[in-house]
Nanobody, 118 residues
């Protein structure tokens, strides 16, 4: 059974930092591209950051320079370091795992709430 479990969300003031973690189980973690998405109330889910199985990273323009995605395949974990947080970063953050070759193998975590107060 595939599981992605996020942690690290919470309430932080503007300018603060949080680090999200997502631990995967039931998958060959190193064969998956990993991504962090977020969904704010009344808005569509959007891609925040991604990292390929080869550790190539990509970022939404709204977070570039503030957020850093990384992965530790030995720990089956992907991280999202979020610095200089802004109120508009408030959302539920979701971890996603997408297999490099088998596109149907696409998995989601349950989400973790990030709230940035002004």
């Amino acid at each position: 059974q595939v599981q992605l479990v996020e942690s690290g969300g919470g309430l932080v003031q503007t300018g603060g930092s949080l680090r999200l973690s997502c631990v995967g189980s039931g998958i060959v973690f190193s064969s998956y591209a990993m991504g962090w998405y977020r969904q704010a109330p009344g808005k569509q889910r959007e891609l925040v950051a991604s990292i390929t199985s080869g550790s190539i990273t990509g970022y939404a323009s709204s977070v570039k320079g503030r957020f850093t995605i990384s992965r530790d395949n030995a720990q089956n974990t992907v991280y999202l370091q979020m610095n200089n947080l802004k109120p508009e970063d408030t959302a539920v953050y979701y971890c996603n795992a997408r297999h490099d070759y088998y596109v149907s193998r696409n998995h989601w975590g349950q989400g973790t709430q990030v709230t940035v107060s002004s």
